[in-house]
Structure formats: C-alpha cells, structure tokens
C-alpha cells in the first residue's frame, strides 16, 4: 500500500514537470519569443487551456503528500520554509498575469501583467530547482547555497527548453515541431524530479502514513482515477490543434 | 504579538480572504449552469448572454479563490506542521481527498469550460460546468469534514501520543459538520443571489439598454437570495444543539460573541427583507421598475460576506485555545524552530500580494459589472492559429 502511494507521489510530481514545466517555460520565453503583443497574446492562447488542468498536479501532490505522508508533509515544508514561501509567491503572480492581462484594455495594465506572468514563471523554475536540489541533499539547514542556485538556473534553461518545443509544436512553427520533440523534451524536463525521487524513496516509505488511512484514501480515490485521467485527457483532445482561445 | 499570535493572524487573513471569493464560487457555479442548461435546451439567445456575462463575474471571481486556496494548502505544512505530525493520519484524508477528487477536477472541467466556447458539442460543455458545480460543493464538503474535525476529533482515537483513524464515516456524520455544511452551502447561494441582484439593480439603476436582461437576472438573484437565506437562517440555528454539546464555552470570549451577534442580525434584518419585501415586490416586476429602491439593494449586496465572515470568526475563534478541540493546542502545533523573521516575512509576502490581488480582482468584477453583457471576452471569437502574415512575409 505504502508503495502505490508513493508511486502515486512520483507520477504526479513527474506529470507535473512533464505537463506544468511548458507553461513555466513558456512563461520564461515571453518576452523572448512574444515581441509583440499580438504575438505575446498567440504564445499565451496556445498554452491556456493546458494551464488549469496542469497546474493542479501539483495541488493533488500537496493532498497526496499530506494524506500518506503527513509527517514528511510537516518535515518538508517546514525545512524548506523560504523556498516553499518563494514558490507560491511566484506561483501566485503567475497566475494573476494569466487571469489578468486580457481584463482590461490599455496597453500598461498588459505589460504589468505579462510582466508578472514572466516574472512569476521565472520564479517558479528557480525556487523549484533549489526545492528539487535541496531535497535530494536531504533537506540541509539552508537549502539556499550555490548549489541550490545552479540548480535552479539548470532547471529555468531546460523548462525554457520545454516551453519552446511545446510552442513550435503546438502553433506548428519554428524548429522541433513535431509530436515526438514534444514529448522528449516533456521526459526531460521530468527527469530531474525522478532522479530525485529516486533517491528519496526509501525515506518517504519509511514514513508513510498507517494502513489504515491508506487503505481509506486508496478506497476513495481509485475508483474514481479513471475520470482524472479521462478529464486529463479531454483536454489534449480538444486543445491540441486548431483556433487560439483568447480568454487568457 | 508572538510567533503563534503572527501564524495565527496569518491563517485568519489568509484564509478569510480565501473564504470571500469561495463563498461567491459556491453561489455563482449553480445559477451559470441553470443558465447554461436553459440556453443549451431552449437556445434563446438571451440565456446565452446571461451565461457569458454571469459566467464571466464567475470566472474573474475563482482567480482569487485559487491564488487564495494555494496559500491555504500549504500552509498547515508551513507554519503548522505540529498539526500534521500529530493528527495527519486523519485530517490529512480529507484533505487528500478535497484535491484528489475535487479540486483536480474542478480546475480541469473549468478549463474545458472557459476555453471550450465553439469548441466542445453544446450538451458536453454545459455538463463541463454541471462537473465545476458538482466538485466545487464536494470541495466544500471535504474542506468542512476537515475543519470539523478539528472542531471535534470524531472517528480517531489518540495512540502512542498521535492520532489515529478508527472510523472514516465517523468523520461524515461529526455533529459539527451536518449542519455547518449546509449552513455554509447555503450562504454561498445567498452570496451569489445578493451579487447578481446588486449588479441587476446598477443597471436597471443607471438606465442602461439591457433592461429585460437586468430584469430578469433581477428575479434570478431575488429568488436565490430568498431560498439562500431561508435555509442558512434554519441550519444556523440548528446548529446550537450540536455545538453546545461538543463545545459548551463556544460563544462565551468576546470575539466569538460579538461576530456571532453580528451575523445573525445581519441574517435575520436581511432575510426579513428579503422575504418580506424584495421577494413579494417581483410580482409585476415592481422591484425592477421602483427605480429609488436600487441603491439599496446595491449597498446590501455586501452584507453576506460580512456576515460570512463574521461566521467563520464564530467557529474558529471560539475553538481557541484548541487547533485540534480538547487534543492538541495552536501553540503545540506551531512549527518547531520557526522564526519570527520567517513568519513575518511569509504574512507581509502573503497578505500583501493576496491583499493587493483582492483588490484588483474587485475592481475587474466591478468593471465587468459596468460594462455589461455586451462586452464579454468569455466565449469571445478564437485567434487563428497561424500568426498575422504581415510581419512573417515581409521578412
Ligand atoms: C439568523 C441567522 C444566523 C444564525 C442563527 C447563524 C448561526 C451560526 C452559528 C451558530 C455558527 C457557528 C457554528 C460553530 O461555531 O461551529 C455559524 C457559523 C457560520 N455562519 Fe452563520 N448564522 C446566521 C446567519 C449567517 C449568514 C447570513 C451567513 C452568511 C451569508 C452565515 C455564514 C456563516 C459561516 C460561513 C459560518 C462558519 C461555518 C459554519 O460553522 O457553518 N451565517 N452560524
């Protein structure tokens, strides 16, 4: 049992470097990419609708990490304090940049807001390379050293990376357009957290919550799994090709 | 004030920022898919307006009601970690459960939703927002699970100095939670009721051309707020009974008394009115054409989330000193070796950019409001996905 959920664990935090990591690096290459507003508003319609149902990977990772593992839940986040405050900071300025830009109409309140989109993604790469570097040293006291900031420089270049195949796929221009470019920079860009992953495993199932309350989430949750991957899914399907929505 | 006193304030705002925008999400989610559904079935192109328009305040709405929700996540693990390491194997199910089976589904369906516009099959898309409606209240119902238990640890059982889960269904029948689910539920749909009744009265205020829209979206948010508010005056009181058995002192501190008296005056004075006033004045559409009443019910539009707010103070204040009641004390759950300087940064941090987003988020909703349904950008035409010739083939 304490193995299914922590196979769980890794697959979601995979997934969420794997689908999330393109926003990210698509939010880094804004400006680069986006010179204009107009082309700022196709970069961002092409990652829209993927937005909402990949950042929640990592929302379902907090619940997944709190409900099997509430004792690393504690550890963890408690050690890497600044960072995990860092983290959702960005991640919040990130978010209003996206739900924002589009509501309203001079061209300073667009720049603010692609700015924050820019900003926050930028801050979301750097404060998760050190989170993924300071967890695969083992938590140290101060996760914020010079190790902990290249891998937060390496991890912002690879989701760049990712974040640029995943446009020239989807708006079917640039070099690497294709499908399978796509998909092998999605398995890089989630390499890093199964390195990480793989080195923490024997620590999280030693900590794992009893069998009973596995038992109970695994009761809950299994049945209905088919539906997220379903939804997941629906989304590819309907969002792959064609128009740019323009709500974002 | 003391580390605990500042991890505490931090929750308090964080969280009842969180709690202004769900409140309307829990209210506004069904009134769009009613809308949705009637357009769906009967195709009048007018309840298509009012699905884009109201969908839209609906939207702009739950940006905030997430960017909140993050914070709140992971908060418990930030500040009070004592909590998970004590009662985690219970209260983290719930939890668990909230983001696994709701809020996961939650977001996705909305996605399809937002973005699904002359996309998704019409019967497909209203039941992407039937699916938002549907995990948004099982969102409700796992986060008050959760806090009930806290209210009162049902369903465990203490063992070497932790708890442990002895009956999950326990934890879906705590006294604490039955009434308080359906209290808070309905509140959100008073919420929703008042917002669509206060933006119907500014336009039908300012003489705006969409007159029949207003007048109707009127009755709607009338109507809700009528059904809304009978019901959480009637869990609201039904809930003495089980919190004076589990929590006798609840409502004896100062803080806790006052906000209770504050929300059941502001629920009781405005549940009359509406009852025996605005309901009574649809007939003949009387409320829509009293032109001198509007900037009334525009200045009672805030009154439930006051009075929610007021609610929450209630309940949790009145819990103090206890994070889990009778188990575990806020002062034993905060995170061991925090630091004063790291909690005052992360609630400057947090409370200024949550503070600051709020307020924008107002704004827009208010904007939106203003400029009526004849400029919404939900459902609006798609880009084409090969860029503007111009620039590309002068190169
Ligand atoms: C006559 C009117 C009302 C009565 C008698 C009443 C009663 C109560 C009581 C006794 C509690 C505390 C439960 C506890 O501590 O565990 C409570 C909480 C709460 N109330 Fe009210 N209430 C009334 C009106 C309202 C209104 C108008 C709203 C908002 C529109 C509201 C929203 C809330 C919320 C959000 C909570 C916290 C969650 C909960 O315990 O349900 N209440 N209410």
């Given at each position: 049992?304490?193995?299914?959920?922590?196979?769980?664990?890794?697959?979601?935090?995979?997934?969420?470097?794997?689908?999330?990591?393109?926003?990210?690096?698509l939010?880094?290459?804004?400006?680069?990419l986006?010179?204009?507003?107009?082309a700022?508003?196709r970069l961002?319609g092409a990652m829209?609708?993927?937005?909402?149902?990949?950042?929640?990977?990592?929302?379902?990772?907090?619940?997944?990490?709190?409900?099997?593992?509430?004792?690393?839940?504690?550890?963890?986040?408690?050690?890497?304090?600044?960072?995990?405050?860092?983290?959702?900071?960005?991640?919040?300025?990130?978010?209003?940049?996206?739900?924002?830009?589009?509501?309203?109409?001079?061209?300073?309140?667009?720049?603010?807001?692609?700015?924050?989109?820019?900003?926050?993604?930028?801050?979301?790469?750097?404060?998760?390379?050190?989170?993924?570097?300071?967890?695969?040293?083992?938590?140290?006291?101060?996760?914020?050293?010079?190790?902990?900031?290249?891998?937060?420089?390496?991890?912002?270049?690879?989701?760049?990376?990712?974040?640029r195949?995943f446009a020239a796929w989807r708006l079917q221009d640039g070099?690497?357009r294709?499908?399978?470019?796509?998909?092998?920079?999605?398995?890089?860009?989630?390499?890093?957290?199964?390195?990480?992953?793989?080195?923490?495993?024997?620590?999280?199932?030693?900590?794992?919550?009893?069998?009973?309350?596995?038992?109970?989430?695994?009761?809950?949750?299994?049945?209905?799994?088919?539906?997220?991957?379903?939804?997941?899914?629906?989304?590819?399907?309907?969002?792959?090709r064609?128009?740019l929505?323009?709500?974002? | 004030?003391?580390?605990?006193?500042?991890?505490?304030?931090?929750?308090?705002?964080?969280?009842?920022?969180?709690?202004?925008?769900?409140?309307?999400?829990?209210?506004?989610?069904?009134?769009?898919?009613?809308?949705?559904?009637?357009?769906?079935?009967?195709?009048?192109?007018?309840?298509?307006?009012?699905?884009?328009?109201?969908?839209?305040?609906?939207?702009?709405?739950?940006?905030?009601?997430?960017?909140?929700?993050?914070?709140?996540?992971?908060?418990?693990?930030?500040?009070?970690?004592?909590?998970?390491?004590?009662?985690?194997?219970?209260?983290?199910?719930?939890?668990?459960?909230?983001?696994?089976?709701?809020?996961?589904?939650?977001?996705?369906?909305?996605?399809?939703?937002?973005?699904?516009?002359?996309?998704?099959?019409?019967?497909?898309?209203?039941?992407?927002?039937?699916?938002?409606?549907?995990?948004?209240?099982?969102?409700?119902?796992?986060?008050?699970?959760?806090?009930?238990?806290?209210?009162?640890?049902?369903?465990?059982?203490?063992?070497?100095?932790?708890?442990?889960?002895?009956?999950?269904?326990?934890?879906?029948?705590?006294?604490?939670?039955?009434?308080?689910?359906?209290?808070?539920?309905?509140?959100?749909?008073?919420?929703?009721?008042?917002?669509?009744?206060?933006?119907?009265?500014?336009?039908?205020?300012?003489?705006?051309?969409?007159?029949?829209?207003?007048?109707?979206?009127?009755?709607?948010?009338?109507?809700?707020?009528?059904?809304?508010?009978?019901?959480?005056?009637?869990?609201?009181?039904?809930?003495?009974?089980?919190?004076?058995?589990?929590?006798?002192?609840?409502?004896?501190?100062?803080?806790?008394?006052?906000?209770?008296?504050?929300?059941?005056?502001?629920?009781?004075?405005?549940?009359?009115?509406?009852?025996?006033?605005?309901?009574?004045?649809?007939?003949?559409?009387?409320?829509?054409?009293?032109?001198?009443?509007?900037?009334?019910?525009?200045?009672?539009?805030?009154?439930?989330?006051?009075?929610?707010?007021?609610?929450?103070?209630?309940?949790?204040?009145?819990?103090?000193?206890?994070?889990?009641?009778?188990?575990?004390?806020?002062?034993?759950?905060?995170?061991?070796?925090?630091?004063?300087?790291?909690?005052?940064?992360?609630?400057?941090?947090?409370?200024?950019?949550?503070?600051?987003?709020?307020?924008?988020?107002?704004?827009?909703?208010?904007?939106?409001?203003?400029?009526?349904?004849?400029?919404?950008?939900?459902?609006?035409?798609?880009l084409p996905v090969t860029a503007?010739?111009?620039?590309?083939?002068?190169?």
């Amino acid at each position: 049992m304490d193995i299914f959920w922590f196979l769980t664990f890794a697959v979601l935090l995979a997934g969420y470097f794997a689908l999330e990591g393109f926003d990210i690096g698509l939010g880094v290459l804004l400006p680069v990419l986006g010179r204009s507003p107009a082309a700022r508003d196709r970069l961002v319609g092409a990652m829209a609708p993927f937005v909402l149902a990949n950042e929640v990977w990592l929302v379902a990772l907090a619940g997944v990490l709190f409900g099997a593992f509430p004792v690393l839940e504690g550890q963890a986040l408690s050690r890497l304090y600044p960072l995990v405050v860092a983290l959702l900071l960005a991640w919040i300025v990130r978010d209003a940049g996206l739900w924002f830009r589009r509501r309203s109409g001079g061209a300073a309140w667009r720049l603010v807001w692609d700015g924050a989109l820019c900003a926050g993604s930028a801050g979301l790469a750097l404060s998760w390379g050190a989170i993924l570097v300071a967890v695969a040293r083992g938590l140290p006291a101060s996760p914020l050293d010079a190790a902990g900031i290249a891998g937060g420089v390496a991890l912002l270049a690879l989701l760049a990376w990712h974040g640029r195949t995943f446009a020239a796929w989807r708006l079917q221009d640039g070099p690497g357009r294709s499908g399978r470019a796509l998909l092998l920079s999605a398995c890089a860009a989630a390499a890093p957290a199964v390195l990480v992953m793989a080195a923490a495993a024997a620590h999280m199932l030693g900590n794992a919550a009893p069998d009973q309350t596995l038992t109970v989430l695994s009761v809950m949750v299994v049945p209905v799994a088919p539906i997220l991957v379903g939804a997941q899914v629906w989304v590819w399907r309907t969002f792959s090709r064609g128009a740019l929505p323009t709500f974002f | 004030m003391d580390i605990v006193g500042l991890a505490r304030l931090q929750f308090a705002v964080t969280g009842s920022l969180h709690f202004l925008f769900v409140v309307l999400t829990l209210g506004l989610a069904p009134l769009v898919a009613i809308m949705h559904t009637r357009y769906a079935i009967g195709g009048n192109p007018l309840h298509e307006r009012m699905t884009r328009f109201w969908g839209q305040i609906y939207v702009i709405n739950y940006a905030l009601g997430v960017v909140t929700g993050l914070v709140m996540e992971f908060q418990f693990g930030l500040s009070w970690s004592g909590l998970s390491h004590y009662a985690g194997d219970v209260f983290g199910a719930p939890l668990a459960m909230e983001t696994l089976l709701a809020f996961f589904l939650e977001s996705t369906f909305l996605g399809l939703w937002i973005f699904g516009w002359h996309r998704l099959p019409r019967g497909l898309h209203v039941a992407c927002i039937w699916l938002v409606t549907l995990t948004a209240y099982a969102s409700a119902l796992f986060i008050m699970v959760a806090n009930s238990f806290l209210q009162n640890p049902a369903g465990s059982a203490e063992m070497g100095g932790r708890l442990v889960l002895r009956d999950f269904g326990a934890l879906f029948t705590n006294p604490t939670l039955v009434f308080a689910l359906p209290h808070v539920l309905s509140a959100g749909l008073w919420t929703g009721g008042f917002v669509v009744m206060g933006a119907s009265a500014y336009h039908l205020f300012r003489r705006t051309p969409e007159r029949e829209f207003f007048t109707r979206s009127l009755r709607i948010g009338v109507l809700t707020a009528f059904i809304g508010s009978l019901f959480t005056v009637g869990f609201g009181y039904a809930q003495f009974g089980p919190v004076g058995s589990v929590q006798p002192d609840k409502f004896h501190g100062v803080i806790p008394g006052t906000a209770l008296g504050l929300m059941i005056t502001i629920g009781q004075l405005v549940q009359f009115a509406v009852m025996f006033v605005l309901a009574p004045l649809l007939i003949r559409d009387l409320l829509a054409r009293w032109r001198w009443l509007h900037p009334l019910l525009m200045v009672m539009t805030p009154l439930p989330f006051v009075a929610a707010i007021a609610g929450w103070i209630v309940r949790e204040v009145g819990r103090q000193p206890w994070l889990v009641y009778g188990k575990l004390s806020v002062a034993d759950a905060l995170t061991p070796g925090l630091t004063r300087a790291d909690i005052t940064a992360s609630f400057a941090g947090f409370a200024g950019v949550l503070g600051l987003l709020a307020l924008v988020d107002y704004v827009l909703i208010a904007r939106a409001v203003r400029r009526g349904p004849g400029q919404v950008a939900l459902g609006a035409a798609d880009l084409p996905v090969t860029a503007e010739p111009v620039p590309a083939h002068s190169l």
